[in-house]
């Protein structure tokens, strides 16, 4: 195994729901092949939020290089993840890997004391060779603890989506979440990264609607990890935390179910849902939210000129799709033809899918080909997908916007509701210059 590679590494100074079914079912369901990034690619914006936490990927080069052209920035500054390779040595056995990924964790804790949280991330060849990081972070505790924690998760790529890794490194957080015992005060704990900016927003509005003790999921610091009991209510920041929502409710927190915070109804209805769960006095809601409502559809009418009426396809992706359709549709006036999510969390996602229009597909998985061919069908003004599509369909003359550029942009909350509105408008105005200069 190779020391963690330089290539792999970013600035710090950047920063399927078991529960019945609610909500409308979708139009489609498909099985076929998915064209997505792995849950390694989460890394790129979870390492941002936890500034004393270290990604280790344990995987091959094509991780290693992944992870280069997803971050796609240059290093300036000592980086806070990387990959350690898995060499064909190791592969084919001649090498005791936990030795050797023991050697690795050793120099990079020697010489990184600020790292706090050590976080093992599996990928597929780590998984194949049936390495596992859970038991070597179980080893590598008993000797680094208390002064540094080591986790595992994985974020091999398999049939997965890239927003999978984030959820299933919350599930792995939510386990070195301290208990809260059952006579503890009532506890809001917000699940799901939002940048720095959004977190201080909503934690100012909380603060002025009178609501206490609320933590962010994942957490700035691996220190200040909330403590989760009977008495700690939930929301989701993130509309693809299944498998952390089931950790947080199996610890006896209750879920505030809720539309997600993405443009002016929904940031509102978000906030009045955990307003409702903490008894909030409506007036005081009212006038707590009503300014930065009235700046939200005021930033989003002049939007309306561009956006309204042009028509969108999701291809699936990000898992937002719904939430942003919902937006998109409600606030900014576009015509849905297809909304493509690679997993539909029914029970989180049901006040989203209700406020979607009857006729508006809804497709669950990918068969990419059959999808490009109904999206050339649909014929709209702008696509969402990846990137391995985008490139294609914009030399077709049509406008895509890449659905993993809205993980990374802060887009949730008031203040935000112009910028999230942009990203739709920008790749339009630009297709439409393209159009005149043709
Ligand atoms: S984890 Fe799997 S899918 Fe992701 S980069 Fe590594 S090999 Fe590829």
Redesign the pocket.
């Known amino acids: 195994m190779n020391r963690p590679t330089s290539q792999t590494v970013l600035s710090n100074t950047a920063a399927r729901c078991d529960a019945p079914a609610a909500g409308r079912e979708p139009t489609i369901h498909q099985r076929g092949q998915h064209e997505v990034f792995?849950g390694?690619t989460s890394i790129i914006w979870l390492h941002r939020k936890m500034q004393d936490a270290f990604f280790l990927i344990v995987?091959?080069r094509?991780?290693a290089h992944?992870m280069q052209s997803a971050a796609g920035v240059m290093i300036f500054a000592e980086p806070r993840f990387a990959t350690a390779i898995i060499e064909e040595r190791d592969l084919s056995g001649m090498a005791d890997l936990h030795d050797e990924l023991d050697a690795v964790v050793e120099r990079l804790l020697k010489r990184r004391p600020d790292i706090k949280m050590l976080v093992l991330v599996g990928?597929?060849?780590s998984e194949v060779i049936k390495l596992d990081l859970s038991r070597a972070a179980e080893r590598l505790n008993r000797e680094h603890a208390p002064d540094r924690r080591v986790i595992a998760y994985s974020?091999?790529?398999i049939e997965t989506t890239f927003t999978q890794g984030e959820d299933s490194f919350l599930a792995t957080l939510v386990d070195e979440c301290p208990v809260a015992e059952a006579d503890a005060a009532p506890s809001l704990v917000v699940a799901g990264s939002l940048a720095d900016v959004v977190e201080d927003q909503f934690s100012r509005i909380f603060q002025a609607l009178g609501i206490e003790n609320v933590a962010f999921l994942p957490t700035r610091r691996s220190d200040r990890l909330p403590a989760i009991g009977p008495n700690t209510r939930f929301l989701l920041a993130q509309p693809f935390l299944n498998e952390a929502a089931k950790k947080l409710e199996r610890r006896g927190a209750t879920h505030i179910p809720a539309l997600f915070p993405l443009g002016e109804e929904g940031t509102t209805a978000w906030l009045k849902a955990a307003s409702d769960a903490f008894g909030v006095d409506p007036a005081r809601f009212e006038a707590v939210t009503a300014p930065g409502r009235e700046r939200a559809r005021k930033a989003l009418e002049s939007y309306a000129e561009t956006l309204s009426g042009k028509r969108i396809f999701f291809f699936p992706d990000s898992q937002l799709e719904p939430a942003l359709a919902r937006f998109l549709s409600r606030e900014a006036g576009m015509g849905l033809t297809e909304i493509g999510s690679p997993y539909l969390h029914r029970r989180h996602l049901a006040a989203e899918l209700d406020l979607l229009p009857e006729d508006v597909v809804l497709s669950e998985g990918q068969d990419v080909e059959r999808q490009i061919d109904r999206c050339h069908e649909a014929d709209p003004d702008l696509i969402v997908c990846g990137l391995g599509l985008a490139n294609p369909f914009e030399a077709e003359g049509y406008a895509t916007k890449w659905s993993i550029e809205l993980v990374f942009t802060p887009i949730q909350g008031y203040e935000q509701a112009g910028d999230l509105a942009e990203l739709f408008a920008r790749p339009l105005r630009r297709r439409a210059a393209l159009k005149v200069e043709v």
């Open positions: 792995c390694l995987g091959s094509t991780c992944l990928s597929c060849p974020g091999s790529g």
